[in-house]
């Protein structure tokens, strides 16, 4: 079976995001860039399937400019057998996504899509679905654990009341919770070795498929910040302050 | 706006309306124009009722098949298509059953979605949190129709009204894609974090599932939903249900308490509109005191005893 991984750049989850001057953006000039936590979630999955026998070849695609080369060698040193860029100089939103994504799996045919839950740059949530969507597959989201026998897909979801298990055939779109697994560093010779490996490429003019964002960003800005209150000094003093000034209890 | 259409889908267990309509229909009434609702599922006409007197509905479409129970997106999605048809608008809430369904229902539509909006400018503009809630985004559709979510603790819960008509539409049925297999679902003796007006939470500083006793402690006393960090469900100290984050539960009580928690962004991103946040934790560089109005300086293990005795 193969497995399809898609994979985002993204700013790091520990850097603090800027805006510009004019409110018209994000400023990522200079930011670390990373591979979004969820998609590395997904690829170590992906490479734990292929470890036990179940995959056979584990594909990465990434959809962006060229600098998401990086995250695809990233990914090559942590275990994928093929590295996919659709190129495309301006960025793709999730619809968009999920339209190119739908192209590669007509492609590839993989047995299993797995995707992020949620970049943490858009916070969108939608990809993976709309993907499912666009390939009349079943989905899975918030996946916290995938069991596979034969072409039977039991995936256990994070749900708002707790956990639920659901039972579809592949081939399916599976996007990943935070504790599915944990994913391992990359070592050194292999982030060597997969500086040297090609990176197959599609210009994504050539898919004719329409990417035209859905939605214009009119403005951003940073939330009024809380202020810090007050230290208080005992227990006491908490309570008699939350009763009696905040009126909370 | 007098041809804005909206339509709202209505989450609902066992003949329960999720109590996030009555705030999904405060956005939808923000957008001007006519307001149906959506309830699905076994049971459904009970639910359907309940939409019925929510203020701003104009008329409830009841689907009962047990094809939508557990919200299952190939399903609903199928469903919520056949009817779109007249809307110019799709609302649900953010939860994670919004989050699942709603995506897939608008690449069948062949349209966007806005996921997670705080504030109707408009129409067709939006807010919406983004970067783990470090940026608001204010964002303009393009779509003819919208598909959006709504973070319903950003809104307020519509009242009551006489009831609005209700009517049933076909059943677009079971697509034969998943099949439910099992649920486990936290005991509800606890407020939901949802919707409680007081959230304690514990993180990585209570050490142990044991210790977190002293959080439901004080969460009795204080009759109190229970939270917790990241750290503390991926230590296996609670239950997955009980996070509050960028990737949880956002929540927005008028008291948040965090117990040993740090305060990283992605923990903040799901309680810092609380109106009031206090914290307690042993080491006085900890960002959540940033964002706190009362903060305790304290060890969490003689401090949150101190606090059940005393409250
Ligand atoms: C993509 C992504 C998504 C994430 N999503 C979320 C999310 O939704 N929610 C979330 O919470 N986190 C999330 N995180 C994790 C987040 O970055 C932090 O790692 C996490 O919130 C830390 O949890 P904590 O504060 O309990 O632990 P720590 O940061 O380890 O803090 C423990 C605190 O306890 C205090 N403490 C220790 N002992 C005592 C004592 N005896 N008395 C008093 N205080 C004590 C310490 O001083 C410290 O401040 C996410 C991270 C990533 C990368
Ligand atoms: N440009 C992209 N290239 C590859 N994968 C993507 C891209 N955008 C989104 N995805 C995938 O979709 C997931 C969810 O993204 P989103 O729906 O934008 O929150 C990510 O974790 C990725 O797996």
Redesign the pocket.
């Known amino acids: 079976m193969k497995v399809l991984v898609?994979?985002?750049r993204v700013i790091d989850h520990n850097v603090r995001v800027r805006i510009r001057e004019d409110h018209s953006d994000v400023d990522l000039t200079h930011a670390k860039m990373a591979m979004?936590p969820?998609?590395e979630i997904?690829l170590e999955e992906a490479v734990r399937l292929k470890e036990q026998g179940i995959a056979d070849e584990v594909v990465a695609?990434?959809?962006?400019d060229k600098s998401v080369q990086e995250q695809l060698r990233t990914a090559l040193a942590l275990g994928a057998d093929r590295a996919l860029h659709v190129s495309s100089d301006t960025a793709?939103d999730?619809l968009g996504?999920a339209r190119v994504l739908a192209e590669v799996v007509r492609r590839e045919t993989p047995g299993l899509v797995l995707?992020?839950k949620?970049?943490i740059d858009?916070d969108?949530?939608?990809?993976?679905p709309m993907l499912a969507a666009l390939t009349q597959m079943p989905q899975a989201t918030f996946a916290s654990s995938i069991s596979i026998e034969g072409d039977r897909l039991e995936v256990t979801r994070e749900i708002d009341g707790g956990l639920e298990t659901l039972a579809m055939s592949l081939p399916a779109v599976v996007t990943t919770d935070l504790r599915l697994n944990e994913p391992r560093y990359a070592k050194l010779p292999a982030i060597m070795k997969a500086k040297k490996r090609p990176i197959e490429s599609l210009e994504i003019d050539t898919l004719g498929i329409d990417v035209t964002p859905r939605q214009t960003l009119l403005r951003v800005e940073i939330p009024r910040e809380r202020q810090a209150g007050v230290r208080v000094d005992s227990v006491d003093e908490l309570i008699d302050r939350l009763k009696n000034e905040a009126k909370v209890i | 706006m007098s041809d804005t259409r909206i339509l709202v889908i209505a989450e609902q267990e066992k003949g329960h309306l999720s109590s996030a309509t009555a705030r999904v229909l405060d956005a939808a009434s923000q957008l001007g124009g006519s307001i149906d609702v959506l309830v699905a599922g076994s049971q459904a006409s009970e639910a359907a009722q309940q939409a019925a007197r929510l203020t701003g509905v104009s008329g409830v479409i009841s689907v009962e098949d047990s094809a939508f129970d557990h919200m299952l997106a190939e399903n609903v999605s199928a469903l919520i298509t056949s009817l779109a048809e007249p809307y110019t608008h799709l609302l649900c809430a953010s939860t994670t059953s919004g989050r699942n369904v709603m995506p897939r229902v608008a690449a069948l539509l062949g349209v966007g979605q806005i996921s997670d909006v705080i504030a109707i400018e408009s129409a067709d503009t939006f807010v919406r949190p983004i970067y783990a809630g470090s940026v608001l985004a204010t964002v303009r559709s393009l779509d003819v129709k919208k598909v959006i979510t709504i973070r319903p603790t950003a809104f307020e819960p519509v009242g009551e009204q006489s009831a609005a008509s209700v009517s049933s539409a076909d059943s677009t049925g079971d697509q034969g894609m998943v099949t439910f297999v099992e649920e486990q679902l936290a005991n509800g003796e606890r407020p939901e974090l949802g919707g409680a007006r007081v959230i304690i939470s514990g993180g990585r500083g209570l050490g142990s599932a044991e210790n977190f006793r002293l959080i439901e402690g004080v969460a009795d006393r204080l009759g109190a939903a229970v939270g917790a960090s990241r750290a503390a469900v991926d230590a296996g100290y609670v239950p997955n249900d009980l996070q509050v984050g960028q990737t949880g539960k956002m929540v927005a009580p008028e008291l948040y308490i965090a117990a040993g928690i740090s305060g990283a962004v992605q923990h903040l991103a799901g309680m810092k509109d609380s109106k009031v946040i206090v914290a307690i934790n042993s080491d006085e560089e900890a960002p959540i005191f940033q964002v706190a109005d009362y903060g305790l300086v304290a060890d969490l293990f003689q401090a949150l005893p101190e606090l059940e005795r005393k409250l």
């Open positions: 898609a994979i985002k979004n969820f998609c997904a695609v990434s959809i962006g793709v999730s996504a995707l992020g949620q970049s858009s969108n949530s939608q990809t993976g």
